[in-house]
C-alpha cells in the first residue's frame, strides 16, 4: 500500500494539529459571542517570493470587518517567524501571532500582533 510521506511531524494539508483544533474551537466561540464573524483554516496562502508561499493557518474576519491572518504554533521556529514577517511587511493585512500556553501556565493563549 502506498502512502504519502511526510516531513516528520507534519499532516496531510487540510488537516489541523491539536494546537490548531484547540484554537479553532476558541474561534468558534468568539463566533459565537460575536467577536468573529468568519473564519477559514488555510484558506489564504501568500506568495512571498519565487517558489516561497506562506499558507496562513486561519484567516479571520472580526466584527468590525478586519480580516486578520493568525498563524498557531505550539512553538516558534525561527523559519516560521522569518516567513511571518515578511508576509506582514508586504500584505495589508493584520498578523497576529498565536501561541498555545502550557496548562502549567494557565492554558490559553498569548496573542500578540506581528509587526
Given at each position: 500500500m502506498n502512502r504519502p510521506s511526510f516531513a516528520l511531524g507534519r499532516l496531510p494539508v487540510g488537516s489541523l494539529n491539536k494546537t490548531e483544533k484547540s484554537y479553532q474551537d476558541e474561534l468558534e466561540r468568539r463566533k459565537a459571542a460575536g467577536d468573529v464573524l468568519w473564519h477559514r483554516f488555510e484558506g489564504v496562502k501568500l506568495r512571498l517570493a519565487?517558489?516561497?508561499f506562506l499558507t496562513i493557518d486561519f484567516a479571520v474576519m472580526v466584527a468590525d470587518g478586519t480580516l486578520e491572518?493568525?498563524?498557531v504554533k505550539g512553538w516558534w521556529?525561527?523559519?516560521?517567524?522569518a516567513k511571518?514577517?515578511?508576509?506582514?511587511s508586504m500584505y495589508p493585512f493584520r498578523f497576529i501571532a498565536v501561541k498555545a500556553q502550557a496548562?502549567?501556565?494557565g492554558g490559553g493563549w498569548t496573542i500578540e500582533e506581528v509587526p
Amino acid at each position: 500500500m502506498n502512502r504519502p510521506s511526510f516531513a516528520l511531524g507534519r499532516l496531510p494539508v487540510g488537516s489541523l494539529n491539536k494546537t490548531e483544533k484547540s484554537y479553532q474551537d476558541e474561534l468558534e466561540r468568539r463566533k459565537a459571542a460575536g467577536d468573529v464573524l468568519w473564519h477559514r483554516f488555510e484558506g489564504v496562502k501568500l506568495r512571498l517570493a519565487d517558489n516561497t508561499f506562506l499558507t496562513i493557518d486561519f484567516a479571520v474576519m472580526v466584527a468590525d470587518g478586519t480580516l486578520e491572518m493568525h498563524e498557531v504554533k505550539g512553538w516558534w521556529h525561527d523559519d516560521a517567524k522569518a516567513k511571518t514577517k515578511i508576509a506582514a511587511s508586504m500584505y495589508p493585512f493584520r498578523f497576529i501571532a498565536v501561541k498555545a500556553q502550557a496548562k502549567k501556565h494557565g492554558g490559553g493563549w498569548t496573542i500578540e500582533e506581528v509587526p
